[in-house]
């Protein structure tokens, strides 16, 4: 067929008669016009000494092929000729592919020679690949030894032809470029507006509380928290549906109490009496594998989920990021936890205010350090940042689970003066504390004593000395009262005690008979029946003990009010891109500044690729190169496989952080998880692992092909990160680094095992031949052997035999290892990977305490308990030995007014007005429901006291009568009947004697009446005396009716003689200025009867709604 070839242009002219014609020498079909070539070869000698020629026609789709002696070329003188049909040759390449092949024996061949082209030959499908730029391969299907031959090409071409299609395709070409590049911008353009959009409208929510100050304010309106029969029991373990003989244990035996806003209460006991359980019920946090019963009120209301956000829980042991600052732990709190609508300057100004009032300026830029790296603040710094941290959200309900502990005295104090000075901006606040000094007992406003899960004692701390003086436990000389009440909790039957005072009985004994020592008289059966009956009020108070305060205030002015901009800070919830900002942010600051483990292992993959490379260099292709790459690949994934053990603890070690703020709202789980997560892999895994096969691969001398390449960093990259998921899997369903250890080894040994090289596959026992599906040593190794032994040939040299040429698939099948695999295994790898992390993310989540232990849905026959893996939903136990009294609200409100009305046993005698109007009344109720009677009455602290004559003569009678029947009562009967005038003085009464429930009522009433005339004295009256929600509803009214107002002169000489509140009128003009293009409403008719339609601010507004919303 050599005849059939051109040599020269001329040649395919004469030929052709075309003057376009051209000989085109090459192995590549270069245009549509090619339609047939003439190979002549020389096959390799390491096969056989054989010439072969080759004709190609592509119109037919036909090859014939014809292998001869050296130096024969005369048509029968062949040995072999065989005829490919069914041919495809594409336009651009020299590669092509036949589906049939039929070939016969010339008359040299053997009957041997004949049986094998029968068998393996003939009906088989043929490729025809092409390397370089003369060597051509005829890979027969199937068969072991490639054809691979030195050859020449020609064709003769029409060059116009060709031109024409070369053109075709460069115009198709521009246009599919033109139509990409259309679409990115206008994939560009719709993401740039969607931009501008979403900055538009988070600016206008940002300007919405732009002028809001956030520093102090409390969020939320709660004025009583309440609790009634709290009681906790451990749950016996069960397995398989049988309980365990290990009996169950009473922890907290049905305890109830109630707290103000601005006030703290300390629980004090000693160690195992209950303190922290109670404290993790009240504050809805996990107590362990326990049974909760009992109900949690806020203003008689169930706790709901929103009611939830207003709180917040500092754990004992404040764990914190060491390699953070004090500044960035409290940003990074205050930018998960506060809405959009607040600006950067907003909450940098937030941040600044919690740092200067925590006293946490000097070491704002200090890191918190640990044990075990450079050390940082100190341990009562650190407890400040953990309050700092929960304090961005203005929270009104604080739990603190013993502060003070391992602190010293002075530490202790100032922290516990902090908490102090917290409460007094409104909150309520309830903490565990274990041997308070003098300082720190006395700045709580009521403490909780409990022995054994049972309440002692419930008061004003300053009484408890004289409690229990009246009932036989005598006070050591010079002794702390704080030590005084953890005696009487920790071992009763050893204090001395005067047996002529009372017989002193055991504390169970006394426990069980205090509801009838309480009730000794009638009088203080009615006390003892407004405890559950009256919630605003003091419970189970003991204040007609008490002794000299020794000088201790006890008038505190509260601030249980919040700004409607506050609330409206914390409205909306965030967007997971900001979580994930944040947390990338922070989880980025730790990788850096703790970088040790990402450099170690950057170094690491840097060594061994060099190490590595240099000692599997120069691979050889033959049975030697065969065993080096096998190992190489297997040495490889081992290396990453237990290289991933580094992400073990990626979780473990922030496990209370993760449960800490997660349960008090920071983040979702998820959130965090991927962040963690990416980080992980980003600086872990995939780093390290392209560093690795971009130095050991070259280096090594494998396929230098770039695809081939690709494949096998992918392929390393995607085993690394499948490894570090299945040990972040193992590191979040265990609890102990040794045991994760353990756990993980095992599970990667069990996956080397059936990787592929160390077992055949086709020899596993059936039993566990499965494991191989979900190794991923499995996948990564038949990746990397099929990718780079696919297609090439090595020599079987074994000693003492012949050298034969034979693909490298020959091994691969005798290995079980198929390339027709290698996108399978590639996702598989991918699969397992995200599996894994799903996995993970389950487990960490069930660690999660973001949902209420309480029941949100306010059902009172249940309280949810979170755990760490099932929640618990119990019935409430029954009632404990005190007694909820039979009594409804009607019968015990007419019983106490007519107390009053009759002053039936009184010992005091208020004088009220000018005409000195006298009312009798009594000690004990004054005391225990009114914190300034209660320092005024008190023993000899002023001559009131002695007299037994309060005079009020700066305020009418009606009204002081009216103050009188709410302390009683709990209520003004006719409160709504009462003129502005009236109301102003009793608003007046209720600051002065500090009745927060009767000033929020007046407010309440006097919206009703506010209009055009009384404005002026009610927004005076409202800045006077701390009635915000009052002025609010005033400068609403001011903003609707500015015109009218501004024109009565009455009103212009009020706000004259206040400055203030010119000041706060004009602040409200400017901030709403669109409202000035309304048109005023001018008939005051109309004015007075829309504003009684106008939406109240959360207040109660009538007789019904004042009894149920304060009592």
Same mark, same amino acid.
């Given at each position: 067929?050599?005849?059939?070839?051109?040599?020269?242009?001329?040649?395919?002219?004469?030929?052709?008669?075309?003057?376009?014609?051209?000989?085109?020498?090459?192995?590549?079909? $270069?245009?549509?016009?090619?339609?047939?070539?003439?190979?002549?070869?020389?096959?390799?000698?390491?096969?056989?000494?054989?010439?072969?020629?080759?004709?190609?026609?592509?119109?037919?789709?036909?090859?014939?092929?014809?292998?001869?002696?050296?130096?024969?070329?005369?048509?029968?003188?062949?040995?072999?000729?065989?005829?490919?049909?069914?041919?495809?040759?594409?336009?651009?390449?020299?590669?092509?592919?036949?589906?049939?092949?039929?070939?016969?024996?010339?008359?040299?061949?053997?009957?041997?020679?004949?049986?094998?082209? +029968?068998?393996?030959?003939?009906?088989?499908?043929?490729?025809?690949?092409?390397?370089?730029?003369?060597?051509?391969?005829?890979?027969?299907?199937?068969?072991?030894?490639?054809?691979?031959?030195?050859?020449?090409?020609?064709?003769?071409?029409?060059?116009?032809?060709?031109?024409?299609?070369?053109?075709?395709?460069?115009?198709?070409?521009?246009?599919?470029?033109?139509?990409?590049?259309?679409?990115?911008?206008?994939?560009? &353009?719709?993401?740039?507006?969607?931009?501008?959009?979403?900055?538009?409208?988070?600016?206008?929510?940002?300007?919405?509380?732009?002028?809001?100050?956030?520093?102090?304010?409390?969020?939320?309106?709660?004025?009583?928290?309440?609790?009634?029969?709290?009681?906790?029991?451990?749950?016996?373990?069960?397995?398989?549906?049988?309980?365990?003989?290990?009996? *169950?244990?009473?922890?907290? =035996?049905?305890?109830?109490?109630?707290?103000?806003?601005?006030?703290?209460?300390?629980? &004090?006991?000693?160690?195992?009496?209950?303190? +922290?359980?109670?404290?993790?019920?009240?504050?809805?946090?996990?107590?362990? #594998?326990?049974?909760?019963?009992?109900?949690?009120?806020?203003?008689?209301?169930?706790?709901?989920?929103?009611?939830?956000?207003?709180?917040?829980?500092?754990?004992?042991?404040?764990?914190?990021?060491?390699?953070?600052?004090?500044?960035?732990?409290?940003?990074?709190?205050?930018?998960?936890?506060?809405?959009?609508?607040?600006?950067?300057?907003?909450?940098?100004?937030?941040?600044?205010?919690?740092?200067?009032?925590?006293?946490?300026?000097?070491?704002?830029?200090?890191?918190?350090?640990?044990?075990?790296?450079?050390?940082?603040?100190?341990?009562?710094?650190?407890?400040?940042?953990?309050?700092?941290?929960?304090?961005?959200?203005?929270?009104?309900?604080?739990?603190?689970? /013993?502060?003070?502990?391992?602190?010293?005295?002075?530490?202790?104090?100032?922290?516990?003066?902090?908490?102090?000075?917290? %409460?007094?901006?409104?909150?309520?606040?309830?903490?565990?504390? =274990?041997?308070?000094?003098?300082?720190?007992?006395?700045?709580? @406003?009521?403490?909780?004593?409990?022995?054994?899960?049972?309440?002692?004692?419930?008061?004003?701390?300053?009484? %408890?000395?004289?409690?229990?003086?009246?009932?036989?436990?005598?006070?050591?000389?010079?002794?702390?009262?704080?030590?005084?009440?953890?005696?009487?909790?920790?071992?009763?039957?050893?204090?001395?005690?005067?047996?002529?005072?009372?017989?002193?009985?055991?504390?169970?004994?006394?426990?069980?008979?205090?509801?009838?020592?309480?009730?000794? +008289?009638?009088?203080?059966?009615?006390?003892?029946?407004?405890?559950?009956?009256?919630?605003?009020?003091?419970?189970?108070?003991?204040?007609?003990?008490?002794?000299?305060?020794?000088?201790?205030?006890?008038?505190?002015?509260?601030?249980?009010?919040?700004?409607?901009?506050?609330?409206?800070?914390?409205?909306?919830?965030?967007?997971?891109?900001?979580?994930?900002?944040?947390?990338?942010?922070?989880?980025?600051?730790?990788?850096?500044? =703790?970088?040790?483990?990402?450099?170690?292992?950057?170094?690491?993959?840097?060594?061994?690729?060099?190490?590595?490379?240099?000692?599997?260099?120069?691979?050889?292709?033959?049975?030697?190169?065969?065993?080096?790459?096998?190992?190489?690949?297997?040495?490889?994934?081992?290396?990453?496989?237990?290289?991933?053990?580094?992400?073990?603890?990626?979780?473990?070690?922030?496990?209370?952080?993760?449960?800490?703020?997660?349960?008090?709202?920071?983040?979702?789980?998820?959130?965090?998880?991927?962040?963690?997560?990416?980080?992980?892999?980003?600086?872990?895994?995939?780093?390290?692992?392209?560093?690795?096969?971009?130095?050991?691969?070259?280096?090594?001398?494998?396929?230098?092909?770039?695809?081939?390449?690709?494949?096998?960093?992918?392929?390393?990259?995607?085993?690394?990160?499948?490894?570090?998921?299945?040990?972040?899997?193992?590191?979040?369903?265990?609890?102990?680094?040794?045991?994760?250890? &353990?756990?993980?080894?095992?599970?990667?040994?069990?996956?080397?095992?059936?990787?592929?090289?160390?077992?055949?596959?086709?020899?596993?026992?059936?039993?566990?031949?499965?494991?191989?599906?979900?190794?991923?040593?499995?996948?990564?190794?038949?990746?990397?052997?099929?990718?780079?032994?696919?297609?090439?040939?090595?020599?079987?040299?074994?000693?003492?035999?012949?050298?034969?040429?034979?693909?490298?698939?020959?091994?691969?099948?005798?290995?079980?290892?198929?390339?027709?695999?290698?996108?399978?295994?590639?996702?598989?790898?991918?699969?397992?990977?995200?599996?894994?992390?799903?996995?993970?993310?389950?487990?960490?989540?069930?660690?999660?305490?973001?949902?209420?232990?309480?029941?949100?849905?306010?059902?009172? /026959?249940?309280?949810?308990?979170?755990?760490?893996?099932?929640?618990?939903?119990? =019935?409430?136990?029954?009632?404990?030995?005190?007694?909820?009294?039979?009594?409804?609200?009607?019968?015990?409100?007419?019983?106490?007014?007519?107390?009053?009305?009759?002053? *039936?046993?009184?010992?005091?005698?208020?004088?009220?007005?000018?005409?000195?109007?006298?009312?009798?009344?009594?000690?004990?109720?004054?005391?225990?429901?009114? $914190?300034?009677?209660?320092?005024?009455?008190?023993?000899?602290?002023?001559? $009131?006291?002695?007299?037994?004559?309060?005079?009020?003569?700066?305020? #009418?009678?009606?009204?002081?009568?009216?103050?009188?029947?709410?302390?009683?009562?709990?209520?003004?009967? @006719?409160?709504?009947?009462?003129?502005?005038?009236?109301?102003?003085?009793?608003?007046?009464?209720?600051?002065?004697?500090?009745?927060?429930?009767?000033?929020?009522?007046?407010?309440?009433?006097?919206?009703?009446?506010?209009?055009?005339?009384?404005?002026?004295?009610?927004?005076?009256?409202?800045?006077?005396?701390?009635?915000?929600?009052?002025?609010?509803?005033?400068?609403?009214?001011?903003?609707?009716?500015?015109?009218?107002?501004?024109?009565? @002169?009455?009103?212009?000489? /009020?706000?004259?003689?206040?400055?203030?509140?010119?000041?706060?009128?004009?602040?409200?003009?400017?901030?709403?200025?669109?409202?000035?293009?309304?048109?005023?409403?001018?008939?005051?008719?109309?004015?007075?009867?829309?504003?009684?339609?106008?939406?109240?601010?959360?207040?109660?507004?009538?007789?019904?709604?004042?009894?149920?919303?304060?009592?």
């Amino acid at each position: 067929m050599g005849c059939r070839m051109c040599d020269s242009d001329d040649s395919c002219r004469q030929i052709s008669g075309d003057s376009a014609s051209k000989c085109s020498k090459g192995l590549k079909y $270069e245009s549509v016009e090619s339609r047939m070539k003439t190979y002549h070869c020389q096959l390799h000698p390491s096969i056989v000494v054989t010439q072969v020629d080759m004709a190609c026609n592509r119109t037919a789709r036909t090859c014939q092929f014809y292998a001869f002696e050296p130096n024969r070329t005369q048509l029968e003188m062949y040995y072999l000729s065989c005829n490919l049909t069914d041919c495809n040759f594409k336009t651009g390449s020299s590669d092509g592919e036949c589906g049939v092949t039929q070939c016969k024996c010339g008359k040299s061949c053997t009957a041997m020679t004949r049986q094998l082209i +029968s068998s393996m030959i003939n009906g088989k499908p043929v490729g025809i690949v092409t390397s370089g730029s003369d060597t051509l391969t005829v890979d027969i299907k199937d068969s072991p030894i490639p054809l691979r031959s030195t050859c020449t090409a020609s064709a003769c071409e029409n060059t116009s032809t060709s031109a024409a299609a070369g053109n075709h395709r460069s115009m198709n070409g521009w246009l599919i470029a033109i139509i990409v590049v259309c679409v990115i911008l206008m994939i560009g &353009l719709v993401l740039f507006f969607a931009y501008v959009r979403w900055r538009k409208t988070y600016l206008e929510q940002q300007e919405h509380v732009e002028g809001a100050k956030l520093s102090m304010f409390v969020r939320g309106d709660a004025h009583v928290f309440q609790f009634r029969n709290i009681g906790c029991r451990t749950v016996a373990p069960s397995f398989l549906g049988k309980k365990s003989n290990t009996p *169950e244990k009473i922890i907290l =035996h049905g305890i109830s109490g109630q707290l103000q806003c601005g006030k703290v209460m300390g629980l &004090l006991g000693p160690s195992g009496s209950g303190k +922290s359980s109670l404290l993790n019920t009240l504050a809805g946090v996990s107590n362990g #594998s326990c049974e909760i019963t009992g109900e949690v009120l806020i203003d008689q209301h169930k706790i709901t989920k929103s009611m939830r956000k207003t709180s917040a829980y500092v754990h004992q042991d404040v764990t914190l990021f060491s390699t953070l600052t004090v500044r960035e732990c409290i940003t990074y709190s205050a930018q998960l936890r506060l809405s959009p609508r607040v600006s950067e300057s907003n909450k940098k100004e937030l941040i600044e205010s919690i740092i200067s009032e925590l006293n946490l300026h000097k070491v704002a830029d200090s890191r918190i350090g640990s044990s075990d790296s450079k050390r940082g603040i100190s341990g009562g710094e650190q407890r400040r940042v953990g309050i700092g941290m929960e304090l961005v959200t203005s929270p009104q309900m604080i739990f603190l689970d /013993e502060p003070t502990s391992g602190l010293d005295s002075a530490s202790a104090n100032s922290l516990v003066q902090l908490i102090r000075r917290l %409460a007094d901006h409104g909150r309520i606040i309830i903490m565990s504390i =274990h041997q308070p000094s003098v300082d720190s007992f006395l700045a709580l @406003d009521r403490i909780m004593l409990l022995a054994e899960g049972r309440l002692l004692y419930q008061g004003a701390p300053l009484c %408890a000395k004289a409690y229990f003086e009246a009932r036989g436990y005598e006070f050591p000389e010079n002794g702390s009262i704080a030590e005084y009440l953890l005696n009487i909790a920790s071992k009763p039957e050893g204090l001395t005690y005067d047996p002529s005072t009372v017989e002193i009985e055991s504390v169970s004994t006394t426990l069980s008979s205090r509801s009838n020592e309480f009730k000794s +008289s009638e009088f203080d059966r009615k006390q003892f029946d407004s405890i559950d009956q009256s919630p605003l009020e003091e419970a189970r108070d003991t204040a007609k003990h008490c002794d000299v305060t020794n000088g201790y205030n006890l008038i505190v002015t509260t601030k249980c009010v919040t700004k409607k901009d506050i609330d409206a800070a914390y409205s909306m919830e965030r967007s997971r891109l900001m979580e994930l900002r944040v947390l990338f942010w922070r989880s980025g600051l730790n990788l850096i500044r =703790h970088r040790s483990l990402f450099q170690l292992h950057m170094l690491l993959s840097v060594l061994l690729g060099l190490v590595g490379g240099f000692i599997f260099n120069h691979v050889t292709d033959d049975l030697a190169g065969f065993q080096n790459r096998s190992g190489a690949f297997y040495f490889i994934l081992t290396f990453f496989g237990f290289a991933s053990l580094s992400s073990m603890d990626i979780f473990l070690a922030e496990r209370s952080i993760f449960i800490r703020e997660t349960g008090a709202l920071y983040y979702t789980p998820s959130s965090y998880f991927i962040a963690k997560s990416a980080l992980d892999s980003v600086f872990l895994r995939i780093l390290p692992a392209t560093a690795f096969g971009c130095i050991f691969y070259w280096i090594m001398g494998l396929q230098a092909e770039s695809s081939r390449f690709l494949l096998f960093l992918l392929t390393v990259v995607l085993f690394n990160l499948c490894a570090g998921s299945i040990t972040i899997f193992v590191g979040t369903v265990t609890r102990s680094v040794g045991v994760a250890n &353990l756990v993980s080894i095992i599970i990667l040994l069990v996956m080397l095992l059936f990787g592929g090289f160390l077992l055949n596959n086709d020899t596993m026992p059936g039993a566990v031949a499965w494991l191989k599906h979900i190794s991923a040593f499995n996948y990564g190794f038949e990746t990397l052997m099929t990718n780079e032994l696919r297609g090439i040939v090595l020599t079987f040299n074994a000693p003492g035999y012949p050298s034969i040429p034979i693909y490298g698939d020959v091994f691969l099948k005798t290995m079980k290892l198929y390339y027709s695999n290698r996108y399978y295994d590639v996702l598989a790898l991918a699969v397992l990977t995200f599996a894994f992390q799903i996995g993970a993310l389950n487990a960490l989540t069930s660690f999660s305490l973001e949902k209420d232990q309480l029941d949100p849905d306010g059902s009172p /026959e249940s309280v949810f308990l979170q755990k760490n893996d099932i929640i618990l939903v119990r =019935h409430r136990a029954p009632t404990s030995s005190i007694a909820r009294p039979l009594v409804n609200d009607d019968e015990y409100f007419s019983r106490m007014k007519e107390l009053l009305s009759s002053g *039936e046993n009184s010992d005091v005698v208020i004088e009220a007005g000018p005409e000195r109007a006298s009312f009798p009344a009594h000690r004990s109720i004054l005391s225990a429901r009114c $914190e300034f009677f209660r320092a005024m009455l008190r023993p000899g602290a002023m001559k $009131e006291s002695t007299a037994g004559v309060v005079r009020i003569t700066n305020h #009418s009678a009606e009204m002081v009568s009216k103050m009188l029947e709410f302390i009683y009562t709990n209520r003004v009967s @006719d409160l709504h009947k009462l003129g502005y005038e009236q109301l102003i003085e009793l608003l007046t009464l209720a600051e002065q004697y500090l009745l927060v429930s009767l000033r929020c009522a007046c407010e309440a009433a006097a919206q009703e009446l506010l209009n055009l005339v009384n404005i002026g004295k009610f927004l005076v009256a409202a800045e006077n005396h701390n009635a915000n929600y009052l002025k609010e509803a005033c400068l609403q009214f001011f903003v609707e009716y500015r015109h009218e107002i501004l024109q009565d @002169d009455a009103f212009r000489e /009020e706000v004259e003689n206040c400055p203030t509140i010119a000041f706060q009128l004009l602040k409200v003009l400017a901030q709403n200025m669109p409202l000035m293009q309304v048109a005023p409403i001018a008939v005051c008719s109309t004015i007075s009867t829309e504003s009684s339609k106008r939406r109240r601010l959360c207040m109660p507004s009538d007789e019904e709604e004042i009894s149920r919303d304060w009592t």
